[in-house]
């Protein structure tokens, strides 16, 4: 199988909904490693993994879950992509999960052909919301409780339609639930701009953002190659490779939901307004 990395277009222009792009590798899913295998537990025999130079599809990651959609070639053979995730062998692979509109193996794509790839477009808008919104809150609970929390620390998020929260370490009590909704609030209101960036260790280190620099290793970002990191203007900088609402406002109706507290850590979640 090829080990050459998928160029991440969404992460350069995530207006994006559709592109062109070159099958690299077709895969039957019972052909897959079995670490790959187990990223689709829905797999059967039916099913492929198509591989392309390029990507509008989001793999699930970083709390987002992937997008969804087709893929088309000249012909008019359809993959419909239902599931989207990096390779657990090849580094910086993207893996499109999915099955044809054909049951004969000899009407799939061909390695080298170009195809239109096509996002859901409804499902990206959620996600991206949902994902800015996650960062609002995060923005909100650090603006008004670093100093006020022992050990405070924001650790993880899903940016899920049904599960959304955000993680902090230390203890959060149920009194802060109003303060926190009127920062998302007031944030949301503002409109901040929310731009995409690329920084190296240094831009990091010199913003006094240290605490920020990801593992490059954990991120999967190549030797040589800056880390993509998502500043919601006048509130807050994330490392980030999600997909995101260009302001605020654009999150919509934002609601924090409860705050929960287990083992010295906190959960806050979220909800964004159908």
């Given at each position: 199988?090829?080990?050459?990395?998928?160029?991440?277009?969404?992460?350069h222009?995530?207006?994006?909904?559709n592109?062109?792009?070159i099958?690299?590798?077709?895969?039957?899913?019972?052909?897959?490693?079995?670490?790959?295998?187990?990223l689709?537990?829905?797999?059967t025999?039916?099913d492929?993994v198509?591989?392309?130079?390029?990507?509008?599809?989001?793999?699930?990651?970083g709390?987002?879950?992937s997008?969804e959609?087709?893929?088309?070639?000249?012909?008019?053979?359809?993959?419909?992509?239902?599931?989207v995730?990096?390779?657990?062998?090849?580094?910086?692979?993207?893996?499109h999960?999915?099955?044809?509109?054909?049951?004969?193996?000899?009407t799939?794509f061909s390695?080298?052909?170009?195809?239109?790839?096509?996002?859901?477009?409804?499902?990206?808008?959620?996600?991206?919301?949902?994902?800015t919104?996650?960062?609002?809150?995060?923005?909100?609970?650090?603006?008004?409780?670093?100093k006020?929390?022992?050990?405070?620390?924001?650790?993880?998020?899903s940016?899920?339609?049904?599960?959304?929260?955000?993680?902090?370490q230390?203890v959060?009590?149920?009194?802060?639930?109003?303060?926190?909704q009127?920062?998302?609030?007031?944030?949301?209101?503002?409109?901040?701009?929310?731009?995409?960036?690329?920084?190296d260790?240094?831009?990091?280190?010199?913003?006094?953002?240290e605490r920020?620099?990801?593992?490059?290793?954990?991120?999967a970002?190549?030797?040589?190659?800056?880390?993509?990191?998502?500043?919601?203007?006048?509130?807050?900088?994330y490392?980030?490779?999600?997909?995101h609402?260009?302001?605020?406002d654009?999150?919509?109706?934002?609601?924090?939901?409860?705050?929960?507290?287990?083992?010295?850590?906190?959960?806050?979640?979220?909800?964004?307004?159908?």
């Amino acid at each position: 199988m090829t080990s050459v990395r998928t160029f991440l277009a969404f992460q350069h222009n995530a207006k994006l909904h559709n592109l062109q792009t070159i099958v690299r590798a077709i895969h039957p899913f019972p052909a897959l490693e079995d670490s790959n295998r187990q990223l689709f537990k829905q797999g059967t025999d039916a099913d492929h993994v198509v591989i392309t130079e390029q990507t509008i599809f989001h793999p699930q990651g970083g709390g987002q879950p992937s997008d969804e959609g087709t893929m088309t070639n000249a012909s008019g053979v359809t993959f419909t992509v239902a599931a989207v995730r990096m390779d657990a062998v090849r580094e910086g692979q993207v893996l499109h999960f999915g099955r044809f509109n054909t049951a004969s193996a000899s009407t799939v794509f061909s390695e080298g052909e170009t195809v239109e790839q096509a996002i859901d477009a409804d499902k990206r808008l959620l996600y991206s919301r949902l994902h800015t919104a996650g960062h609002v809150l995060g923005a909100a609970v650090r603006h008004l409780l670093e100093k006020e929390v022992e050990g405070f620390d924001e650790l993880k998020a899903s940016h899920f339609p049904d599960a959304a929260a955000c993680e902090f370490q230390g203890v959060i009590d149920g009194k802060w639930k109003d303060p926190i909704q009127q920062k998302v609030n007031e944030f949301i209101a503002a409109r901040l701009p929310v731009e995409v960036e690329w920084w190296d260790e240094e831009d990091f280190r010199k913003r006094g953002l240290e605490r920020l620099l990801p593992d490059r290793d954990v991120v999967a970002v190549a030797p040589g190659e800056k880390f993509r990191v998502v500043n919601i203007v006048g509130a807050e900088v994330y490392p980030c490779g999600g997909t995101h609402v260009d302001t605020t406002d654009l999150c919509g109706l934002t609601t924090v939901r409860k705050i929960t507290r287990k083992a010295g850590r906190s959960k806050v979640s979220y909800t964004v307004a159908d």
